[in-house]
C-alpha cells in the first residue's frame, strides 16, 4: 500500500534539492490553480524503471532556533526515522568537511541503507576527488552531477536496489482514514474520543515499517477503519515534529495513505494558511475528504454561528465545495458518534462506479437543457461519457474536439453528474478525449 521512502541528506549547499527536483523532475504535477499548495517542495512522489517510490528532501525541514549544526543533525535523524533508503549527499567542490562527518556519525547509528552520492562531479577531471570520501565510512562514494544530470541513473539503481523485499500485500478491505490538521486542532484528542466510544471495538494497532501506528476498529454495523497515524498524533517527543515542514510532510505521507482524509480545523483560532496547505494536498490527492471543525464546544453560539463558519469555510476552500462539513467537540464528543458512518459514506461515494448507460442518460439530458457553447461557429459535441476509473472517480468524455470544453461548461456537467448521484466528499474528475 505505501511507496517505499528515499530521505536525501546532507549539509547545506551540497545540492540536495538540485537532485530532488532532478529525480522528481516533471514526474510531480502539481495542479496550479490550487491555492495554498506549498511550491517548495520537501516531499514528492517517483518512478525508475517502474518501481515507485517517495522521496522527501530533508534540507527544507528548516527547525528554527537550533544553530546550523544541530538542524543538519535533526535532518538526518529525521530520514533515520523516516526513510527506508538515505542518500547522503556531499560535494567534491568542497571536499570532505566537519559538517559531513557529522552527519555521517548520525547515519552510522542507522541500519538503514545509506548511498553515499558525491555531488558537483560535473566533469571527469573531478571524478579523482571523490575518493576522499571513503574517509566517511559510508561506501562507495557515487559519483553525481545534480545539475548536468550526470550519475543520477546510476544512482536511481542503486537506490532501487537497496528498497527493502516488498512484502505480501495482505487482503485489508477497512477504511482507511486519517485525521490531518496543524498542530493544535486536536487530531490527537479526535483520536482518542473515536477510539472511547462505546460502540467502538479497538482490534488492534500496527506498527508499520516506519514507526507509524496504524489503529483498526470496528463499529456496531461491523465496518472496519483503520485510522493512519499523522505527526501530532502519537508524539514521540522529538525537537523536529513541531515544525511546521515536517508536520506538512507527514501529513502528506498519512493522505497518500488514505482513502477519506479528515481535514481539522480550529474552531477557536478559525481558518489558517496552514490549514489550507494541507487541505489543498489532500484535494491534490484525489482523496475522499471531510472537514472537520473541532473544539465546538468553545464557541458563544446563536443561531447563525454554524451558518456563518460555514459560509467561511466554503469561501476560503471553493475547491473543497463537495467536502462534507461537521461540527464536533472531542472535549463534549458531541457529534462525533456521526464521525465514522459520515467516513464510510464518502469512502463509498470515492469509489462509485456509474454505469455507462446510466450516466449517458445524464449527460443527454443535461446537453437537452444547456446547449454546449460554440467558439468561432464551431459548437462542441458531446458524443458520450464512461467512467474509467475510481478513486476518485474519474471520466472521459468523448467529444469532437477538447478545445471547445469551456471550464465553466466542464463545471455545469460535473454538476449535473453530482446532481443525479451521491458523490458527496469525493472529488471528480473528467478528461475529455478527441473521438476519432
Ligand atoms: P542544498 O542546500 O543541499 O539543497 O543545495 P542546492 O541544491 O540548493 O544547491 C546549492 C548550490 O549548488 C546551487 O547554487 C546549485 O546550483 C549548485 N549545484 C547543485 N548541484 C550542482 C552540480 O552538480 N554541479 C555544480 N557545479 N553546482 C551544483
Ligand atoms: P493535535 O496537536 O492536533 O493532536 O492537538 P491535541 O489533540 O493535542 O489538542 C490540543 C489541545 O486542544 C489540547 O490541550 C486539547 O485538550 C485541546 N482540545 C482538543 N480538542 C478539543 C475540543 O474539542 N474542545 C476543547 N475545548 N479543547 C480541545
Redesign the pocket.
Known amino acids: 500500500m505505501s511507496n517505499p521512502v528515499v530521505a536525501i541528506v ?1 549539509r ?8 530532488f527536483n532532478r529525480i522528481a523532475g516533471e514526474r510531480i504535477s502539481i495542479v496550479e490553480d490550487t491555492p495554498g499548495v506549498t511550491r517548495d517542495r520537501i516531499y514528492a512522489h517517483s518512478e525508475w524503471l517502474g518501481q515507485h517510490f517517495d522521496m522527501i ?1 530533508t ?1 527544507g525541514i528548516e527547525i528554527t532556533n537550533e544553530p546550523l549544526i544541530s538542524q543538519i543533525k535533526e535532518q538526518a535523524e529525521i530520514a533515520i526515522d523516516e526513510a527506508d533508503v538515505i542518500v547522503a ?1 556531499v560535494s567534491a ?1 568542497e571536499g570532505v568537511t566537519d559538517a559531513d562527518e557529522q552527519v555521517a556519525q548520525i547515519l552510522y547509528r542507522s541500519k538503514k541503507p545509506v548511498i553515499l552520492a558525491v ?2 562531479v ?1 566533469n571527469p577531471e573531478v571524478r579523482a576527488e571523490i575518493y576522499d570520501f571513503y574517509s566517511l565510512g559510508l561506501g562507495d562514494p557515487m559519483p ?5 544530470g550526470i550519475g543520477t541513473g546510476d544512482l536511481l539503481d542503486k537506490i532501487c536496489q537497496a528498497f527493502p523485499e516488498k512484502k505480501e500485500e495482505q487482503l485489508d478491505s477497512s477504511i482507511k482514514f486519517s485525521f490531518i490538521g496543524r498542530p493544535n486542532v486536536g487530531k490527537s484528542s479526535l483520536v482518542n474520543a473515536i477510539l472511547g466510544e462505546n460502540r467502538v471495538i479497538v482490534s488492534g494497532i500496527e506498527g508499520t515499517t516506519r514507526d507509524a501506528i496504524d489503529t483498526k476498529f470496528t463499529t456496531e454495523d461491523e465496518t472496519e477503519y483503520t485510522m493512519i497515524d499523522t505527526a501530532g498524533i502519537r508524539k514521540r517527543g522529538k525537537v523536529y515534529e513541531n515544525t511546521e515542514k515536517y508536520s506538512v510532510m507527514r501529513a502528506m505521507r498519512a493522505i497518500d495513505r488514505s482513502d477519506v482524509v479528515c481535514v481539522v480545523l480550529n474552531a477557536e483560532e478559525g481558518i489558517r494558511d496552514q490549514d489550507k496547505h494541507v487541505a489543498g494536498y489532500a484535494h491534490e490527492a484525489g482523496r475522499g475528504v471531510i472537514i472537520v471543525v473541532n473544539k465546538w464546544d468553545t464557541l458563544k453560539k446563536n443561531n447563525q454561528t454554524l451558518q456563518e463558519f460555514e459560509n467561511l469555510i466554503r469561501a476560503e476552500f471553493q475547491y473543497l465545495s463537495y467536502a462534507p462539513i461537521v461540527f464536533v467537540s472531542a472535549k463534549t464528543h458531541q457529534r462525533l458518534d456521526t464521525l465514522p458512518a459520515l467516513i464510510k459514506k464518502v469512502d463509498h461515494n470515492h469509489q462509485q462506479r456509474i454505469p455507462s448507460s446510466v450516466l449517458n442518460d445524464v449527460l443527454m439530458d443535461a446537453i437537452a437543457h444547456n446547449p454546449t457553447p460554440t467558439e468561432n461557429g464551431k459548437r462542441l459535441r458531446v458524443y458520450y461519457g464512461t467512467q474509467v476509473a475510481v478513486k476518485p472517480p474519474t471520466f472521459v468524455v468523448f467529444v469532437n474536439d477538447p478545445d471547445l470544453m469551456h471550464f465553466s461548461y466542464e463545471r455545469f456537467l460535473e454538476n449535473q453528474i453530482r446532481d443525479a448521484f451521491d458523490f458527496t466528499g469525493t472529488p471528480l474528475r473528467i478528461i475529455e478525449r478527441r473521438r476519432k
Not at 553525481?144 to 548536468?148: A, I, R
Open positions: 546532507g547545506p549547499n551540497v545540492g540536495k534539492s538540485t537532485i528532501d534540507g549527499v567542490q555531488n558537483k560535473d553525481v552531477s545534480g545539475t548536468h
